[in-house]
């Protein structure tokens, strides 16, 4: 069985997210998050930077979120959540999955480090407006873009909008914004799905 081990709010809910849509059996342990546990040597030999999540499936253990979302896909997906390689749908889906973690939550994970490294009477809010800025010119685009569509691929729903999902969720922590009505209208929809409610709340005590 895969095991998923993970925190709260991160970015397990993406590998949990779409094991719930295809049907993979796993498990979930929730780790200490303290930076004392992070450092620990049990720790790093799982994850050589410290942080969450680490999937292990058999002798096979990762680090990187998306890279997990991606090799259940292909290991167990059966051509489900992704279209074929090589299509033009698939270099949109892959586009759009990438975008959600290398530009649009590049900015709002700034936000947390931001927060989380420097002492509070020198944090610089013009800064961490700065990267609300970011993040909002990222929601502009996605909402141009989803402004005909139920899903970023059109009516199909797919792994992308797994990547997309998570992105607007911790957007929705840092840089709230009720500017953009088809993003709202399409973030709404992603929430009624019931593999994104399990992950979501995955790590509640």
Same mark, same amino acid.
């Given at each position: &069985?895969?095991?998923?081990?993970?925190?709260?709010?991160?970015?397990? !809910?993406?590998?949990?997210?779409?094991?719930?849509?295809?049907?993979?059996?796993?498990?979930? *342990?929730?780790?200490?998050?303290?930076?004392?546990?992070?450092?620990?040597?049990?720790?790093?030999?799982?994850?050589?930077?410290?942080?969450?999540?680490?999937?292990?499936?058999?002798?096979?253990? &990762?680090?990187?979120?998306?890279?997990?979302?991606?090799?259940?896909?292909?290991?167990?997906? *059966?051509?489900?959540?992704?279209?074929?390689?090589?299509?033009?749908?698939?270099?949109?889906?892959?586009? @759009?999955? @990438?975008?959600?973690?290398?530009?649009?939550?590049?900015?709002?994970?700034?936000?947390?480090?931001?927060?989380?490294? !420097?002492?509070?009477?020198?944090?610089? *809010?013009?800064?961490?407006?700065?990267?609300?800025?970011?993040?909002?010119? #990222?929601?502009?685009?996605?909402?141009?873009?989803?402004?005909?569509?139920?899903?970023?691929?059109? *009516?199909?729903?797919?792994?992308?909008?797994? &990547?997309? %999902?998570?992105?607007?969720?911790? #957007?929705?922590?840092?840089?709230?914004?009720?500017?953009?009505?088809? /993003?709202?209208?399409?973030?709404?929809?992603?929430? /009624?799905?019931? %593999? #994104?409610?399990?992950?979501?709340?995955?790590?509640?005590?």
């Amino acid at each position: &069985m895969i095991k998923l081990y993970h925190v709260k709010g991160t970015r397990g !809910i993406r590998v949990i997210w779409v094991m719930e849509e295809l049907g993979i059996p796993y498990e979930v *342990e929730i780790i200490d998050f303290s930076a004392e546990y992070r450092e620990t040597h049990e720790w790093r030999s799982k994850n050589p930077v410290g942080k969450v999540p680490v999937m292990e499936d058999g002798k096979l253990t &990762m680090f990187e979120s998306g890279a997990m979302v991606q090799y259940l896909l292909d290991k167990y997906g *059966e051509g489900q959540l992704q279209p074929a390689p090589g299509s033009d749908d698939h270099a949109q889906y892959l586009q @759009w999955g @990438w975008f959600a973690e290398s530009t649009f939550a590049r900015p709002l994970g700034e936000i947390v480090n931001h927060r989380r490294s !420097i002492p509070k009477e020198y944090q610089s *809010e013009l800064a961490i407006k700065e990267m609300q800025q970011r993040a909002h010119t #990222c929601l502009e685009a996605l909402d141009q873009h989803i402004a005909d569509k139920t899903y970023l691929l059109g *009516e199909s729903f797919s792994a992308a909008d797994i &990547m997309m %999902g998570y992105s607007l969720h911790i #957007c929705d922590l840092l840089a709230p914004t009720d500017k953009y009505q088809h /993003t709202t209208l399409y973030w709404e929809r992603l929430k /009624t799905r019931n %593999g #994104c409610r399990i992950a979501i709340d995955a790590g509640n005590k």
